[in-house]
């Protein structure tokens, strides 16, 4: 029995020797660090991985150390940090090692009342783990900074990431909006908000269904109570879900709407410009029967340049402003008034059954608009001209309208300012010579197909020829020769005035250059061109270039120079008279006839106009007047030339009255260059022969 009992017993003992040394083999090859720490504390066991993962744990085995020993030894040195083996057995967790890897300790208690604590490395989970969280950290502020509200929903329309200007653009308090709430739960807080009054649940759901329209991406604008525009647009997910970004495009819809705006309204007066004016018209034309014509008024301001010029644009823009408003409230609402630039405005008059339909409005246009203005610091008064073209009947294009409108404006402007003037088809045959005339005068100018004639001006003093007037001629190619009267006010319409005037200054030094040195020449000078800021320029060039000295060329201005601008005035003609060239005043008493021009300008010279010479016989009291110029010349030490002598009668009267010089076709008429010679050679005898 008893051996029985033994051989059992060492069976056992076997037994348990087998497993214990499977047990153990079984530690030591697991990939997981195993610690085996009995009731008292001691570590009784520690399997190769537990040893590499921690640093001193073969001596703590070794030496039987207890974790409640260890602790107090810590206690006891504060500045020493606890082993890696201590800190990972003390409780359960993960727990970074000196060397900077993870390890996650999970304990399991024995029966005994110790425990097991099983030890793996997670340093790439943890690693994967701190890129993930650096990855949703970035994201979370890329969306807290979005310009763009943004709200992300899975395939059961639950939101699942909403971000922080979702909450700023709908005024919604923190946490009025999180994840897990349904797409309804999302729109009715933000009707809560008040962002929506008057506007139920399933309103705006089916607004947003209809954003997305046969699986296209669609953008819904959205006005909120606040009165501001949100763009929604809304785009599938691959799982089912759809993401929706929300954009405040309220500055940028009220820009484009100012771009629109601008783009068919004039900036200065918001009134309709050319291109909405056309669109009027046309429309107009379209809708226009036998029974209901329109008229088209083309209406330009008379003298406006001097009020914006003198007093400044700031005061001509508030004054084109309040002419605006003044043409829009003699219309009716289905009337259009528009502007096309600087001081000119287009009326379209619908509803004209006859001509008078449109004067009556042509009349009150002329009488409200040509009130007195009260401005800033200033009252000014200006009136109308207007040009007036009738639909059907003168056109059926908006083109064609605009322009008789415009041809008849500029008849009107022409003949009567202040009044008004229908189209007429005779109109359009002068607008047309007219344009021709501009053109052959501008290619005339390039190509200098100009001449320049010579009038001999008398000097009864010395009974000699003792100068000549240069005066301009135009010997047109198909017209023949083109008076200067109707030549020169297109020039300066057309700004070649200036250049033409330079060139007749060039023309007559560079031929008085070659005439005996007694004899000096006349230019005329234009108010356009005397109030150019090159006029003393080019006479100093022309003086230069040519050789002529400066006493032998005098300068005539009229009157009308004077009144636009006298201190710049005075500075030019003193600036002329410091070159030693002499300076009259052409056509006297024929303009505004101050006496205050004579003593305030630096004159050498009057001329008498030939309209007072032509009547000096005639017991009409002219003879009284030319005396009185006469003696007022020689008064302030002034030369006087009578223009327009033709008769020896007049002559003689002029010599009796001391009148200096005369000039006139009793002498010669205007002669071209060659003759010059033979007019110098039969009143002044034989002289040295011209260069």
Known sequence: MRSTIQARAQGEADQHHVAEALVTDALQTSREGVVIVAADGRIALANAQALLFFDGLDAALAAGSSLSETADGVRDRREAAPADWFRALAQDGDVRLTDGRWLRVRRSVTRQGGFIALCSDVSLVKEQENRLTLTNLRLGAALDNMSQGLCLYDAQNRLMVVNRRYSEIYGLAAGAVVPGMTAQEVVSACIAAGNHPGCDLDALLRQQREALRNGERQTLFQELSDGRIVAIDRREAADGGFVATYEDVTERRRAEARIAFLAHHDMLTGLPNRVAVGQQIDMAVAQAGRDQGFAVFAIDLD???????????????????????????????????????????????????????????????????????????????????????????????????????????????????????????????????????????????????????????????????????????????????????????????LGLIVPLGEWVLRRACEEAARWPDELKVAVNVSAVQFTSASLVTAVREALRRTGLPGRRLELEITETVLVANPGVTTAILHSLRALGVRVAMDDFGTGYSSLSYLRSFPFDKIKIDQSFVRDLCVKDGTDFIVRAVIGLGASLGMTTTAEGVETEAQLAHLRAEGCDEVQGYLFSRPVPVPEVATIIRRWNGDLKAIA
């Not at 409230?329 to 008034?337: G, M």
């Not at 008078?356 to 009150?364: C, M, T, W």
């Not at 045959?429 to 501008?442: K, M, V």
């Not at 083109?482 to 006010?489: G, M, R, T, V, Y």
Request: glycine content about 8%; charged content about 30%.
């Open 303 to 493: 003298d406006f340049r001097p009020v914006n010029e003198t007093l400044g644009h700031g005061i001509g823009d508030e004054l084109l402003v309040a002419v605006a408003n003044r043409l829009t409230a003699c219309v009716r609402e289905i009337d259009c008034v528009a502007r096309l630039g600087a001081d000119e405005f287009i009326v379209v008059q619908r509803g004209v059954d006859r001509p008078e339909d449109a004067a009556v409005l042509a009349r009150r246009l002329i009488e409200v608009v040509g009130a007195p203005y009260s401005l800033t610091n200033h009252n000014i008064r200006v009136g109308l001209t207007i040009g007036i073209t009738l639909a059907p009947g003168d056109g059926t294009s908006c083109e064609k309208l605009l322009k008789n409108a415009e041809v008849a404006l500029d008849r009107g402007k022409a003949e009567a300012r202040g009044a008004f003037r229908f189209f007429e088809p005779a109109m359009d045959a002068r607008l047309q010579a007219r344009r021709i005339l501009e053109r052959d005068l501008r290619d005339a100018l390039a190509r200098e197909a100009f001449e320049v004639y010579y009038q001999p001006i008398y000097s009864l003093e010395t009974d000699r020829i003792c100068g000549f007037e240069a005066l301009l001629r135009w010997n047109h190619p198909v017209r023949g020769f083109i008076s200067p009267a109707e030549f020169i006010p297109i020039a300066e319409e």
